[in-house]
């Protein structure tokens, strides 16, 4: 059983959401309980652990945006899902690790699809890895662990979410042609891990921790696009 919830001020949209959710669950024989909040405040007081809730941005009271954050700050670690009518707002849902943000009007193609993802996180993901030799070592190191890589003459660097820094020789094109389309050659001597990604100011890529990645003038439209296609065709599918 997974549990959901759904926080939204919009009735009419929480009751959409409601009957899509079940219905695609059950075409999937997955049990779940349903939990609905009229507001952010609510779902926090809540106490319950969700695996996933779809979370409306624009609220009365606490907004999706903070009630996110302070989610985060309380450690939780389930699937965030933003519901929202403006685009633009893509980008603050990297701040909290958002897995995917549903536009409104809900469209019933681009539910799906982020139900589909959502599943094969949940119950059917394989974990990627890297095989990394350094002298008569081999580390074994999830792509996901990875923050961001950078070479420095000819060694490369892998920067874990654990703060561990792995080095070895190698160079960064026969990385790059190693992992999968989350990371982006936002400079000739970086790569980033997309799911990471905080915050783009122009210039440099802010990720979790304080810690930022340069991205080259050359390379800004690019990294820009690429940001955006990674949130529309799914963060977590890889």
Known sequence: MIKIAVCDD????????????TEFLEKENIIADI???????????????????????????????????????????????????????????????????????????GFLRTMNRLLDVLFRRREKHLLIQRGNEIDVVLFEEIMYCEVIDRKVYLHLEDSRVLDYYDRLENLEKSLDRRFFRCHRSY????????????????????ESVPVSRL??????????QYMKDGRMEK
């Open 10 to 21: 919009d009735a009419y949209m929480t009751d959409v959401l409601d009957k899509r959710i």
């Open 35 to 109: 939990f609905h909040f009229s507001e952010g405040g609510a779902l926090l007081q809540a106490g319950e652990e969700m695996d996933v809730i779809f979370l409306d941005i624009q609220m009365n009271g606490l907004d999706g945006i903070e009630t996110a954050k302070e989610l985060r700050r309380r450690k939780y670690r389930g699937f965030l899902i933003f519901i929202t009518a403006f685009a633009e707002y893509v980008f603050d849902s990297f701040e909290v690790q958002a897995f995917d943000y549903l536009l409104k009007p809900l469209e019933l193609k």
């Open 191 to 210: 790569l980033v891990n997309l799911q990471y990604l905080r915050n783009y100011k122009k210039g440099a890529a802010y990720l979790r921790d304080g």
């Open 219 to 228: 390379r800004e439209n690019e990294f820009s696009g690429a940001v955006l």
